[in-house]
């Protein structure tokens, strides 16, 4: 088989491709680029196109243009050698020798219908002669495989919601994220003609819309980012933009004493105004201070959400920043000699949106928010589940039992806590009527807490409506924010309870209406509860999950929820707990196992993290393996029994193992053992030491031993058997008062 001459033209050559569009969509910019520049180099790379050992890819993603440039690509990728097998000889070949039908089938399937018998080769198996087809293929040239590139890059684009739009023609219809306007592909200086949505490839380009030139002929690929920048006034890589948007942010503040914050509302919003300016400048306006008597978050989610604007906080507070002020930060796509224009036409626009939250603000306060309760009836929460108003009387017999089970932890600080859950839970949707939450939904909670406390309500009630929309609770219960974490659990627990009831549980990657989110809340609500002292793992509390589903259960019509509804969302949550401790264990030796021990027993939510500890400490001695593999053995044996549970000797419980019947020595040491350490390990359990507990635990390993080794559990006399099987229901409570610690086998 011998090589071919080699091509002509292999060059290597550096490459940018370029597709100018309508202004893309902000949010979802960044990812196309990077996804653009990903599937070119993905098809080049599999077509030997790119010199992989120097090739350097670099995207960029504009608001009106996505492109990838490449330094080393070939003109024409190397010939690649092939070996196709094919099939037995005698069956691929006549008697005269000539191809048979059969194989001139397969070489038709295969483009190789050209080759001949003679330059076919033979084969031996060891069996039988095989023909194959070998020789070289003809490597891809750059114009062929950048066109399957482009369109496979194309097609992998991860586009928000696609349009379609009409062609210059007038009659052929081509479906995009935006109309695309050029295309541009060049190989060093040569133009590669390939095409797309009606383009047919150029060296031509769009310069910034309203600075620089509007067409630019580019040179080469090495030039074109160059040219663009100097000649089209662009700055193509989003990176290197968000860099500069956020450096001239951060010098505008600081000139001006203040901070613009760095919470996540100000990194998604840098990423959106990337997506949004070819040629970045930041200015500094200002708005009329009177605005500040209105809430701040309804003037930053004005100016945020609306206007694209940085709102600027004083500095007395810290780097974090302060209170607001009347300064806020553009970013414009324009950099003229004398920006006042700019500024003070921004400043303009600005003001009637201040106007409109101030106007709101306060017609809301006119109507009192208990006045608001009523309306609730004609609000639809869920077709299936009634009007919001429904739903505020099923959270306030949650958050009125659930303040009665944690009032007895209740500090003198608030004697009035159940008062204060009911009026918190009877005002938590109020302020779904108010003017200023139907403009901005996302001030759920916030209003309703400005306006609680603009018709006095207690601290505590408004400090609650304004909670309950946090996605998790990080602190320590207090007297004033017990009211919040009593609403926070209701306002889940009626969600958890009422969505799965009516099938609505999350599949998949789908939960809209938050399931995951809100038993998390639950979990995180329960440890906050321990760490202020109001539950303690010393204690079974009456405020218990599964108490807690039970009770929201019971706020429900009858024949609304399925059956099983409180027992598959508290193993839900559980679900969700093992994942949480799972991941935040990730790398401690004994982390898994003794999440699953602990939590195959369902324990109270506020003990788990204590008992996990204590399992996980225990996993590591080295009793620990013995007596897993043991609890294993007694958990089979068990299953496999018919025999009731027994328990030892002075249990209140009852008897079911008799010390007359223990024949062998080993199981009167494993029963007077078990009779010892029983009520040490359980005291212990019950008042919160866990690691105590499976200390004691550790106590009985020689004998479990001991007993496994010396007596037969399934003697053939029943009387025996079932008196061993009661020592062994003994054995495994007493083994199992902290986790399945077979578990950690």
């Not at 940085?310 to 300064?327: Q, S």
């Not at 599949?507 to 002292?533: F, K, N, S």
């Not at 024949?559 to 099983?564: H, N, R, T, V």
């Not at 399934?714 to 025996?720: I, Q």
Request: hydrophobic share 45%; proline share 5%.
């Amino acid at each position: 088989m011998s090589r071919p001459s080699p091509e002509l033209h292999t060059e290597i050559r550096p490459l940018i491709l370029e597709l100018v569009t309508e202004e893309l969509p902000p949010k979802a910019l960044d990812a196309l680029g990077r996804a653009f520049a990903a599937g070119t180099r993905e098809v080049l790379e599999r077509l030997d196109l790119l010199d992989n050992a120097l090739c350097i890819t670099t995207d960029y993603a504009t608001p009106r243009r996505l492109a990838v440039h490449l330094s080393h690509v070939r003109g024409h990728a190397p010939d690649q050698a092939y070996s196709e097998k094919l099939m037995p000889a005698h069956i691929g070949l006549t008697k005269t020798g000539d191809i048979s039908a059969a194989l001139a089938k397969k070489l038709s399937a295969k483009n190789l219908s050209h080759l001949s018998a003679a330059d076919l080769v033979h084969r031996s198996d060891g069996k039988q002669d095989i023909l194959y087809a070998e020789g070289w293929a003809a490597g891809s040239t750059l114009t062929a495989g950048l066109q399957a590139a482009l369109d496979h890059a194309l097609t992998c684009l991860p586009i928000p919601k696609v349009m379609q739009y009409q062609l210059a023609d007038g009659q052929t219809s081509v479906k995009f994220v935006r109309p695309a306007h050029r295309l541009l592909a060049l190989w060093g200086t040569e133009v590669i003609p390939v095409s797309t949505l009606g383009l047919t490839a150029s060296r031509e380009t769009s310069g910034h819309r309203f600075m620089g030139q509007a067409t630019l002929s580019i040179t080469s690929a090495d030039t074109w980012l160059t040219q663009l920048r100097e000649q089209g006034m662009v700055i193509p890589a989003f990176a290197e933009r968000r860099t500069e948007i956020a450096r001239q942010l951060a010098e505008h503040a600081t000139a001006l004493g203040a901070t613009i914050g760095d919470s996540p509302e100000v990194v998604a919003l840098l990423d959106e105004v990337t997506a949004l300016v070819e040629h970045p400048s930041v200015y500094a306006g200002a708005f009329d201070a009177a605005f500040l008597s209105v809430p701040p978050e309804c003037l930053i989610l004005t100016m945020r959400l609306n206007q694209k604007y940085f709102p600027l906080f004083d500095l007395h507070e810290g780097a974090a920043g302060g209170a607001l002020t009347h300064r806020f930060l553009i970013v414009s796509n324009m950099r003229p000699e004398n920006p006042r224009q700019i500024i003070e036409g921004n400043e303009r626009v600005v003001r009637p949106r201040l106007a409109d939250a101030q106007f709101f603000f306060q017609t809301d306060l006119k109507v009192r928010l208990a006045d608001r309760v009523e309306g609730l009836a004609h609000s639809v929460y869920h077709n299936k589940l009634g009007s919001q108003l429904e739903r505020i009387g099923r959270m306030r017999q949650i958050a009125t039992w659930l303040a009665q089970a944690l009032g007895a932890a209740a500090s003198d600080a608030d004697k009035d806590i159940i008062t204060h859950a009911d009026r918190a839970a009877l005002l938590a949707k109020a302020d779904l009527g108010t003017n200023m939450v139907g403009e901005f939904p996302e001030l759920q909670g916030i209003m309703g807490a400005y306006y609680a406390a603009a018709d006095a309500e207690h601290p505590s009630v408004a400090q609650a409506l304004r909670d309950q929309y946090r996605v998790r609770l990080d602190t320590a219960i207090t007297a004033q924010t017990l009211t919040s974490a009593i609403l926070f659990m209701a306002e889940r627990a009626e969600t958890l309870i009422g969505i799965w009831g009516i099938g609505l549980a999350p599949t998949g990657e789908r939960d809209p209406y938050g399931l995951r989110r809100a038993a998390l809340g639950l979990i995180c609500a329960y440890e906050q509860l321990t760490a202020g002292g109001y539950l303690s793992v010393s204690e079974d509390s009456p405020a218990r999950l599964s108490a807690l589903l039970t009770q929201a259960a019971a706020t429900f019509k009858a024949g609304i929820l399925a059956p099983d509804t409180v027992d598959a969302v508290r193993a839900f949550v559980y679900e969700r707990y093992r994942n949480q401790l799972n991941t935040e264990l990730a790398e401690h030796p004994f982390g898994r196992q003794s999440v699953d021990a602990v939590l195959a027993l369902q324990p109270p939510l506020h003990q788990v993290r204590a008992r996990v500890e204590a399992c996980a400490n225990f996993a590591a001695r080295p009793e620990a393996q013995n007596l897993a593999a043991a609890n294993k053995r007694v958990s089979n044996l068990l299953k496999k029994s018919t025999g009731a549970p027994g328990r030892v000797q002075g249990d209140p419980a009852g008897a079911g193992f008799d010390p007359a019947l223990a024949v062998e020595p080993a199981e009167q040491v494993l029963y007077a053992t078990i009779t010892r350490l029983a009520p040490i390990a359980l005291a212990q359990a019950q008042t919160g030491d866990f690691a105590a507990s499976l200390s004691t635990l550790a106590q009985a390993r020689e004998p479990v031993d001991s007993f496994f080794k010396d007596v037969m559990v399934m003697a053939e006399d029943p009387t025996l058997r079932t008196n061993r099987i009661a020592l062994l229901h003994a054995l495994h409570q007493l083994m199992n008062q902290v986790a399945d610690i077979s578990r950690l086998a």
